[in-house]
């Protein structure tokens, strides 16, 4: 199968092409298409063929589900057998936008998507693209995000291709990402509800539209979820991980620096090629074979972003090993330590002090 690429404009997609992209899911294939998130691979939500495909394109483990992208609230009371009074609130504030929801699942989801859980998780995006594309198709789409199982997520037209180039029908390239990070995921299925993921809808501000949250352990990611408290299969596999083995350096800044330049040394001696990820605030500090800039630590936000091309351009450089900088946890600085302690398999060194 040969991939199609569709060049669109991001913010007024052309509507011929989101045409072809959107026949192409009715009729059961798959179509890789930006969203405010990360790219995603879409199939038709109500073909359960067509969702299964997606498993077999990601090389995706058939025990971990799906989200289901609407573009209409109506369909959340089809896909959803019970909506809580809170999934109002929280839809009235975040919807369209980075907030995916876990609802009991009715009759109408296949249970391909759901990978035969009894929950089933929905999300509105923003992306004028995501939203062409899934009104045009006129069905819910299923899409995890468009990388195979086990690869940091793309942020790039470049990244799918990479990945998934003969595997799909067709890629929407709509250029640059917005987050850089995929959604948090909050289940409201227990009470209070709990954040399984975080993501660029940050713990504080769900606190502030429906007071208590739980923050499930995977979320932090500071140890591995062991399988029997994983409430999310995706939970319990090794993530977003670069071929590079990678170690996450957290604690007061001199202290992390000091760290990571003994860890580079020690490294390099013994002929390793080794990558720094740093900040705008650090970077001149180091010295390694590539130092990478992925953000500023004013501004965690331009960290999400870059964090998951960085990761890519440490393998495709040839890098044995990198260290990283951790950030505070807090706001979606938890989201980008979440995928960076996965991405080090939960290899993370704290230190106190500078010595
Ligand atoms: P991704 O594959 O990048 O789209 O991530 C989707 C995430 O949502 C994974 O961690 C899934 O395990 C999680 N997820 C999707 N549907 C459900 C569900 N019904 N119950 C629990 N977690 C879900
Ligand atoms: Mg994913």
Do not use: C
Request: net charge negative.
């Amino acid at each position: 199968m040969e991939t199609l690429a569709l060049k669109v404009d991001p913010k007024r997609p052309e509507l011929d092409k989101i045409r072809i992209a959107a026949g192409v899911l009715r009729n059961g294939g798959l179509v890789a298409f930006p969203t405010e998130t990360v790219y995603g691979l879409g199939a038709n939500a109500l073909d359960e063929k067509a969702v299964l495909r997606i498993f077999e394109a990601k090389n995706r483990p058939a025990d971990n589900p799906i989200i289901v992208h609407v573009v209409n609230r109506d369909d959340v009371y089809v896909l959803a057998e019970h909506v809580p009074e809170v999934a109002e609130r929280l839809i009235d504030k975040f919807w369209p936008g980075p907030l995916t929801l876990l609802f009991l699942k009715s009759e109408a989801v296949p249970n391909a998507v759901t990978a035969g859980l009894g929950t089933v998780a929905i999300r509105m995006p923003s992306h004028a693209v995501a939203r062409a594309l899934i009104a045009e198709a006129g069905v819910p789409v299923a899409a995890p995000s468009a990388n195979l199982a086990g690869r940091p997520s793309p942020t790039s037209a470049e990244h799918v291709l990479d990945d998934l180039s003969g595997r799909i029908e067709v890629l929407i390239d709509g250029g640059e990402i917005g987050y850089g990070v995929e959604s948090t995921v909050l289940d409201l299925t227990t009470e209070p509800p709990t954040v399984l993921r975080p993501g660029p809808v940050t713990i504080e501000e769900l606190k502030e539209v429906i007071g208590g949250v739980e923050v499930h352990p995977a979320a932090r990611a500071e140890v591995p979820v062991e399988v029997a408290i994983a409430r999310s299969p995706g939970m319990k596999y090794r993530h977003y991980a670069p071929v590079a083995e990678v170690v996450v350096v957290e604690g007061p800044l001199e202290g992390v620096i000091a760290k990571i330049q003994e860890l580079v040394d020690a490294r390099r001696e013994r002929g390793e090629r080794v990558g720094v990820m740093a900040t705008e605030e650090t970077a001149l500090r180091y010295r390694a074979d590539i130092v990478k800039v992925v953000g500023s630590r004013r501004d965690p936000r331009t960290v999400a972003k870059n964090l998951f091309r960085v990761l890519r351009e440490f393998d495709a450089e040839g890098v044995d090993f990198a260290a990283a900088e951790g950030l505070e946890p807090v706001g979606i600085g938890l989201a980008v330590m979440n995928r960076l302690r996965k991405a080090a398999g939960h290899n993370i060194v704290r230190v106190e002090q500078a010595n």
